[in-house]
């Protein structure tokens, strides 16, 4: 039986074996390595997030540092425009003055993360500008010669815009950017350059399409996507589950990444924002606007399993989105992990994935089908021996009532189970996760749409 088992296993994941041959030398990144968090500069509070990610994405405002004209020099470390903000969480404190990004960035690197500055041109427009080519230049250099790592070594990476359109057009954007990335290369040629929000699959006016990208492949790094799992295409405010095939959500990182290995092969592949709002309202959708918002139970079910899918498709790092909220009813406007600084169940979620699965990374799919189950292995990094399975649903049944529908699934480990975890919604411990192994290897547990975890060593 045993046989029987491992052998239709292993037909029904030869194609991706063959497909995806794993290299020792170039591993993928472990889950530690790929989880990011976008935040807000003075609104981050890092000792709160570092349990959970190592990556922080900063929206940095090119206006902050110019003042009223683009041709104002750097004052680095000092920003030039005096900020205004009230803490409604009362655990960050008020501010009012003058960011010093030295403090700020340096406070982040204490608690143990890497930045990557995400430059916001949206609040400039190019008709603002004093000379568009000359102070891209010149303040992509600033930038780079003092965040730099040869530099005050502030950040690791720096995107050439967040999304600049439709706020820009696409023909004054492609006249500005090459002169900000050649004064960010003069400024620190080791200050790693990110793509702003791309895709070449279907676009809409926020994100830019990859192909105006094609003929400059050797002025970035990375390419950078933001995605999320709508029920439609754009302006669509309803989010669905990310294995949902109403959704592009996954699609489009596959013919992103068909056009990197074309055009741009070796370069990775970064998602800059993906996440779900979950605000204290009842879930479901706004016939009004469209909005749709989730129990908080489904934005940590969604918010893992959209890590996973993403680890399989092999993205190098991920950011949620966002970091807190103040429990706003509208597109974005509940979508932290905390709200009002304190954690929802997806803080939690994603913790476990810190502690427990951290120094594992992607190996390859066991089972992938589309209504009934996922099986995805992962495998330690120091030990390939020692394997992590993680199992669940790829459904959307527990939106909105909150229930997550289990069923008992066999399946067989090729090794010893050494214990098994369910997914994590509160604080302490995690929760153990009922299972029974036999002498074959047959495996029997309860899966719905939370995953669980199986940890073990390969015989």
Aim: net charge negative; glycine share 8%; hydrophobic share 35%.
């Amino acid at each position: 039986m045993r046989l029987i088992l491992a052998l239709l296993f292993l037909f029904a994941t030869a194609d991706f074996l063959s497909a995806n041959p794993q290299n020792d030398e170039n591993r993928p990144a472990t889950v530690s390595e790929f989880l990011g968090i976008n935040t807000y500069n003075i609104q981050f509070k890092p000792e709160l997030f570092s349990p959970v990610f190592r990556h922080v994405r900063d929206y940095h405002a090119f206006d902050l540092d110019v003042g009223d004209d683009t041709s104002n020099p750097t004052t680095f470390p000092m920003a030039r425009k005096h900020i205004t903000w009230e803490d409604q969480s009362g655990k960050v404190g008020d501010f009012d003055g003058y960011f010093n990004w030295q403090e700020i960035y340096q406070s982040w690197i204490d608690h143990g993360f890497t930045t990557s500055a995400s430059l916001m041109f949206v609040h400039m427009l190019p008709d603002e500008w004093t000379n568009l080519e000359e102070d891209a230049y010149n303040y992509g250099k600033a930038f780079a010669s003092f965040f730099g790592p040869n530099g005050h070594n502030l950040i690791g990476s720096v995107e050439l815009g967040n999304e600049p359109t439709p706020s820009w057009d696409e023909e004054d954007y492609a006249r500005m950017f090459p002169h900000l990335v050649r004064g960010l290369r003069d400024g620190d040629p080791d200050l790693k350059i990110v793509t702003p929000a791309v895709t070449a699959g279907q676009t809409n006016p926020h994100i830019l399409p990859l192909q105006m990208f094609e003929d400059y492949t050797d002025l970035f790094d990375v390419i950078k996507m933001h995605v999320y799992s709508m029920d439609g295409p754009y302006p669509t405010q309803h989010r669905t589950w990310p294995e949902s095939r109403s959704t592009d959500y996954l699609q489009t990182i596959r013919e992103t990444k068909r056009w990197r290995d074309r055009h741009a092969p070796g370069k990775p592949i970064w998602i800059g924002e993906f996440g779900y709002d979950a605000a204290r309202t009842a879930a479901g959708r706004s016939p009004r606007t469209g909005w749709e918002n989730v129990t908080e139970l489904v934005q940590a079910q969604w918010l893992v399993r959209s890590v996973f899918e993403f680890m399989n498709l092999g993205v190098e790092r991920g950011y949620v989105f966002w970091f807190n909220d103040e429990d706003r009813h509208g597109y974005h406007g509940a979508s932290g992990i905390m709200r009002f600084n304190e954690p929802k169940k997806s803080f939690f979620a994603l913790r476990q994935l810190q502690e427990s699965l951290g120094d594992y990374h992607f190996n390859h799919v066991i089972m992938r089908d589309s209504y009934e189950l996922h099986i995805y292995e992962f495998v330690h990094k120091d030990d390939p021996e020692k394997l992590a399975w993680i199992a669940w649903e790829p459904t959307g049944k527990t939106q909105p009532r909150d229930v997550n529908p289990v069923q008992l699934r066999t399946m067989f480990f090729p090794g010893v189970i050494e214990r098994a975890e369910g997914m994590a919604t509160e604080d302490g411990p995690a929760p153990r996760h009922e299972f029974q192994q036999s002498s074959e290897g047959l495996v029997q547990a309860e899966i719905g749409e939370s995953p669980v975890y199986f940890f073990g060593r390969r015989e």
